[in-house]
């Protein structure tokens, strides 16, 4: 199975920040067939069914709003928030798509300082 | 407006079975790939199966994890995902989401409210 790793576990912001969520996976996600990155990221707030915010791995879904970026290829990629809101507080996951069983990173939490 | 409203979940004893069902409403059923996934309380998600479209002949894939004791399917005519359970652990206690994929991929583009089960004595 394709492991997922993300870092850091849970970070503390203030509003108006920018950060940088990271996520590496144990194999490559880029296919060479199309060159995209078979890579995605959900925001999950209490309560609440995951979200999907970015696909491809820099490809936001319809509806996100534009402060949030994906980046990266291959093995490593990052979710980055720039001027986080109150309502941004909530666990994100990275999921990797290009071989089965697909397989979710353990999140990052977004808390407020 | 795109709908997926999960059913079925409840307690069950260890070794028992239940099957969830999920109403798909607001597009076309046929066109799209549907998953399972489940999160344990607490927990990440964890991605179950996928039963793809009528494009891709509504193949199925497993994880390891379930394969052999749970089973996807889909009724086209009612747009109704399905989830069979068998043999069920206490580790297979969790919320129950369905979820759609993009077009033609299993990036969850909808996913249900979830369902809970719980596998206990």
Do not use: H
């Amino acid at each position: 199975d394709i492991v997922m790793t993300q870092s850091p576990s849970s970070l503390a912001v203030s509003a108006g920040e920018t950060v940088t969520l990271n996520c590496k996976s144990s194999q490559n996600l880029l296919y060479s067939g199309n060159q995209k990155n078979y890579l995605a990221w959900y925001q999950q707030k209490p309560g609440q069914s995951p979200k999907l915010l970015i696909y491809w791995a820099s490809t936001r879904q319809s509806g996100v709003p534009d402060r949030f970026i994906g980046s990266g290829s291959g093995t490593d990629f990052t979710l980055t928030i720039t001027t986080v809101q109150a309502e941004d507080l909530a666990i994100y996951y990275c999921q990797q798509y290009y071989d089965t069983p697909f397989t979710f990173g353990s999140g990052t939490k977004l808390e407020m300082k | 407006e795109v709908k997926l409203l999960e059913s079925g979940g409840g307690l069950v004893q260890p070794g028992g079975s239940l099957r969830l069902s999920c109403a798909a409403s607001g597009f076309t059923f046929t066109d799209f790939y549907m998953s399972w996934i489940r999160q344990p309380p607490g927990k990440a998600p964890e991605w179950l199966d996928v039963i793809r479209n009528k494009a891709n002949g509504f193949t199925t894939e497993y994880n390891p994890s379930v394969k052999g004791r749970f089973t996807i399917s889909r009724d086209n005519t009612q747009n109704i995902l399905y989830l069979q359970m068998n043999t069920l652990r206490t580790e297979d206690t969790a919320i129950y989401y369905c979820a759609r994929g993009l077009p033609g991929y299993s990036v969850s583009d909808y996913w249900g409210q979830g369902v809970m089960v719980t596998v206990s004595s």
